[in-house]
């Protein structure tokens, strides 16, 4: 839980304080939004990893709402997922918009390679998407079997 605190507060500082403090051309105030938003995200880490379902995915939301906005959907780099951030994403909801990803994407949010990902769909472990790609869905179980009971041949 503290590096995906960590992670969220180096997103605020960069995404948000820093332009903030630009902006004010270094006001003292910043330095309180600075506080209040460490503060709060130990909140939102611990809400995200241990709260209800329901409140995980509201903080899940605003959080990727506000940190990553972007007039297309929200589409990380694969390598994003491996970060506290993102794996807590993939434990919570899969991918937050999309129904399928790619074998290099799975494979990031399973913390496995994209021919890991491949051999996987071969031998019937993970199911296919019609579309392509793998259902997230598929992956979430998976990544939560593996979370709370490792898994060997992986």
Known sequence: MESLAEQIVRLLDVRLADPLEILLDG????????????????????????GPSREAVGTIARLIATLY????????????????????????VGHPFAESVTLATAGAMLGISRQGVHDLVRRGKLPRHPDGGVPVSAVRERLLRSFSSPEEGQ
Not at 31 to 49: K, N, Q, Y
């Open 69 to 92: 906005p972007d007039d297309h959907a929200f589409a990380p780099p694969a390598q994003w997922w491996g970060t506290p951030l993102g794996q807590a994403v993939a434990r919570r």
């Open 27 to 50: 006001d003292s105030c910043v330095d309180e939004v600075r506080d209040r938003l460490r503060r709060r995200a130990l909140d939102w880490a611990l809400v995200i990893e241990q």
